[in-house]
């Protein structure tokens, strides 16, 4: 699952390959994005420049055009020059915007529109966003907020969850969901209001070090994939990167005990803790006292 990570790797390679430069090529497979190409071309435009926000990756465009995508479980965008052989097969292919020797391609694209400025800004997928853990402007105590105000609202909502909700905090995804609770020692099943300010604290510093640090050691390189090479650990070795994802039935690299899975949420994915190092805690209920009993 592509992570606000690697969505922020995606993008800066495309803007380092492509920002500044004209667009030579434009093809698509998807009839709406076709369909603006035809009435206001992609060619002769130039990409001012590619960002991140949240998961969406932004090309924009000269004159006011820019290209919004979300890659979903699927997605990728891969930059080649030009006669280099593609890493994807060629019908998975759905954009590619090629300026000079390089193609920008899009696989497997599950998500892309057009937008001018005025219309992004309405969008509900960008406009509706948290704070992004990514962006320089994050704030350690500005996010621990934006998670107490969603819980006050939503006191029986998992925390493991509110991480995975793009509004209250943008560009966590799966993996790093369950390693960021885990360094927290925070049970990904804990309802917000049995989680402290503290904790809250705690969780978002370590979502901002995590995220950043994996975004921070990029080479430069040709393929921006999603396969990435996460470390939570901080271990090198392949097989010891991370603490908690996808190891269940495995020993706790901290403890020692059986990590465990369970899917969680709307979307039922997999959580992956160590129920020793995260142990699980209760909701109070001062609302269930001898009084009211009476
Ligand atoms: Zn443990």
Same mark, same amino acid.
């Given at each position: 699952?592509?992570?606000?990570?690697?969505i &922020?790797r995606?993008? =800066?390679?495309?803007?380092?390959?492509? $920002?500044?430069?004209?667009v030579?090529? &434009?093809?698509?497979?998807?009839?709406?994005?076709?369909s603006? %190409?035809?009435?206001?071309?992609?060619?002769?435009?130039?990409? +001012?420049?590619? /960002?991140?926000r949240?998961?969406?990756?932004?090309?924009f &465009?000269s !004159?006011?055009?820019?290209?919004?995508?979300?890659?979903? @479980?699927?997605g990728?965008?891969?930059?080649?020059?030009?006669?280099?052989?593609?890493q994807?097969?060629?019908?998975?292919m759905?954009v590619?915007?090629?300026?000079?020797?390089?193609?920008? *391609?899009g696989f497997?694209v599950? *998500?892309?529109?057009?937008?001018?400025a005025?219309?992004?800004?309405?969008?509900?997928?960008?406009?509706g966003?948290g704070? %992004?853990v990514?962006?320089?402007?994050y704030?350690?105590?500005?996010?621990?907020?934006? @998670?107490?105000?969603?819980?006050?609202?939503?006191?029986?909502?998992?925390?493991?969850?509110?991480?995975?909700?793009?509004? *209250?905090i943008?560009?966590?995804?799966n993996i790093f969901?369950?390693?960021?609770?885990?360094?927290?020692?925070?049970?990904?099943f804990?309802?917000?209001?049995t989680?402290?300010d503290?904790?809250?604290?705690?969780?978002a510093?370590i979502?901002?070090?995590?995220?950043?640090?994996?975004? $921070?050691?990029?080479?430069a390189?040709?393929?921006a994939?999603?396969?990435?090479?996460r470390?939570?650990t !901080?271990?090198? %070795?392949?097989?010891?990167?991370?603490? *908690?994802?996808?190891?269940?039935g495995q +020993?706790?690299?901290r403890?020692?005990?059986?990590? /465990?899975?369970r899917?969680? !949420?709307?979307?039922?994915r997999?959580?992956?803790?160590?129920?020793?190092?995260?142990?699980?805690i209760?909701?109070?209920?001062p609302?269930l006292?001898? =009084?009211?009993s009476?």
């Amino acid at each position: 699952m592509p992570e606000g990570d690697s969505i &922020f790797r995606a993008a =800066r390679a495309l803007q380092k390959s492509l $920002a500044g430069k004209v667009v030579t090529g &434009f093809e698509t497979t998807l009839a709406k994005l076709a369909s603006v %190409d035809d009435q206001s071309p992609i060619v002769g435009r130039t990409v +001012e420049r590619v /960002e991140a926000r949240g998961k969406w990756c932004l090309i924009f &465009f000269s !004159g006011d055009l820019i290209l919004l995508t979300h890659m979903r @479980m699927s997605g990728s965008w891969h930059l080649y020059k030009i006669g280099e052989r593609w890493q994807a097969p060629r019908n998975a292919m759905r954009v590619v915007i090629t300026c000079g020797s390089v193609h920008a *391609v899009g696989f497997s694209v599950p *998500v892309a529109e057009f937008h001018t400025a005025r219309s992004l800004e309405r969008s509900s997928h960008v406009s509706g966003l948290g704070l %992004d853990v990514l962006d320089a402007a994050y704030r350690v105590g500005e996010a621990a907020r934006a @998670m107490r105000e969603f819980g006050r609202a939503h006191p029986d909502a998992e925390i493991a969850n509110v991480l995975l909700n793009q509004r *209250v905090i943008a560009g966590i995804g799966n993996i790093f969901k369950s390693e960021i609770v885990f360094a927290a020692a925070v049970n990904p099943f804990r309802r917000m209001e049995t989680i402290s300010d503290r904790e809250l604290e705690r969780i978002a510093e370590i979502a901002q070090r995590y995220m950043q640090a994996s975004v $921070a050691e990029e080479k430069a390189q040709g393929i921006a994939t999603y396969a990435g090479n996460r470390s939570t650990t !901080g271990a090198r %070795d392949r097989g010891a990167r991370l603490w *908690v994802y996808r190891r269940q039935g495995q +020993e706790c690299r901290r403890c020692g005990a059986i990590i /465990e899975m369970r899917r969680q !949420g709307t979307g039922a994915r997999s959580t992956y803790w160590c129920p020793s190092c995260q142990p699980w805690i209760e909701a109070e209920k001062p609302h269930l006292t001898s =009084r009211e009993s009476n």
